[in-house]
């Protein structure tokens, strides 16, 4: 078995020592902070670099998809019948006239007793 050293025979650190540890101690950490920030910028660049080539790579196939959704919709819409939406809309014939698309009056139901 070794023969370690007793510890109530070793003295205390010196101040000089102390201090010394101290310095080397506050050197390390910002030393660590520094590398952490600048590999975080590193990483935040490159990811954003990556994100806009892949977002530029893939806009004709998002263009593509887009176009194809709206053909795909209006084959669908010929199955059953219905119209597009633009095919509803009209043009207003006077712009100064205080009649608007959508208004409407509500009448009274005949069916509906009127003991409400």
């Known amino acids: 078995m070794p023969h370690l050293p007793d510890q109530s025979s070793a003295s205390p650190p010196s101040i000089l020592t102390r201090i010394a540890a101290a310095v080397v101690f506050v050197i390390g950490l910002g030393l660590s902070i520094f590398v952490s920030v600048i590999l975080f910028g590193v990483i935040l660049v490159g990811g954003l670099i990556l994100g806009a080539v892949v977002w530029w790579k893939t806009r004709d196939l998002r263009k593509a998809l887009r176009q194809a959704q709206g053909q795909f919709q209006d084959e669908a819409r010929a199955r059953q019948g219905q119209s597009r939406p633009e095919d509803f809309r009209r043009p207003r014939s ?19 007793s009127s003991k409400s």
Request: no cysteine; hydrophobic share 10%.
């Open 94 to 112: 006077d712009p100064d006239s205080h009649t608007f698309e959508g208004e409407y009056t509500v009448e009274p139901d005949e069916n509906r």
